[in-house]
């Protein structure tokens, strides 16, 4: 548990010098891409995307789970902070249930176990209305009103103001699986990109830097603090670690991963280099 691993500005000293010795150079590779067309629900795993300047990865988090109580005008859509929308922080229980969203036809297919316990046209309100009372019987949320699906055409629900891109380094996931003594499912981090070939946490090294991804250029903006949400095992829904806190003992923080704002739009698929 008594790590060395990096603290706030480490990452910068360890790697950037190497970083800087060519112009571009081959750091990394795409292991594996993901989507998450409703906030707080199951991923969808993806052969390529396209990603585009100030839109991100398309239909991510393109819809939320919303309390009753929530304001949003899908007119003139907003930035809603987290605590808006049901969440595995609080609602471990979404953990349980498998998704299916069909861009092409609107609709969302609910699994429990392989078995099919909802389905409706997001597209068309008594879809949704459906899909509304399935949720609300589901997780019971006292006090907090009748789940609403939320959608505004061109809006995200990410829990940042602006539709960034999520990348994780799977060698950073594997040293905290060696603080925590156990593994530890990289889809609890909730990330679009998880790459391989990097040292663990060398990709703290990349904030404020370009990076190309594929066909992609992305500024890399910020890490990525970690909440209570990866606490729940995803396959599960069990309430079984305590990863922010495993965070700050060993390494003096609760981030992993880092955030990236695309500028120039191009094809990502795994196996793609990323390259500074």
């Known amino acids: 548990m008594g790590s060395a691993g990096p603290r706030r500005g480490a990452g910068k000293r360890a790697y950037g010098v190497a970083a800087t010795t060519r112009k571009r150079r081959r750091l990394a590779t795409v292991a594996s891409l993901y989507r998450y067309p409703i906030k707080g629900l199951s991923a969808v795993s993806l052969r390529e995307i396209n990603v ?3 839109a991100g990865v398309p239909l991510d988090r393109a819809f939320a789970l919303a309390h009753g109580s929530a304001q949003f005008d899908p007119l003139n859509p907003e930035w809603q902070p987290p605590a808006s929308f049901f969440q595995l922080k609080r609602d471990e229980r979404l953990a349980m249930l498998q998704t299916s969203y ?15 316990v909802a389905r409706g046209n997001l597209d068309q309100t ?13 997780l019971k949320p006292a006090g907090r009103g009748r789940p609403k699906l939320l959608r505004a055409a061109g809006h995200g629900f990410s829990d940042a103001p602006e539709p960034l891109v999520s990348l994780i380094g799977n060698a950073s996931i594997k040293d905290l699986e060696r603080v925590v003594g156990r593994p530890v499912d990289p889809l609890r981090f909730r990330a679009n990109l998880y790459l391989d070939g990097l040292p663990a946490w060398a990709e703290f090294a990349w904030v404020g830097r ?9 500024v890399i903006v910020e890490r990525i603090v970690r909440c209570a949400a990866t606490n729940v095992d995803p396959a599960t829904g069990a309430r079984d670690l305590n990863l922010p806190g495993a965070l700050q003992r060993a390494y003096g923080h609760t ?10 739009a191009g094809r990502i698929a795994p196996g793609d280099a990323v390259e500074l």
């Open 52 to 54: 585009t300047p100030e």
């Open 102 to 116: 069909d861009a092409a036809s609107g609709v969302l297919t609910v699994l429990r176990d392989g078995r099919r």
């Open 126 to 138: 008594a879809g949704r209305m459906v899909l509304e009372q399935f949720f609300d019987a589901w």
């Open 210 to 218: 370009r990076v190309r991804i594929g066909g992609a250029t992305l």
């Open 255 to 264: 981030e992993l991963g880092v955030y990236g704002r695309v500028v120039a």
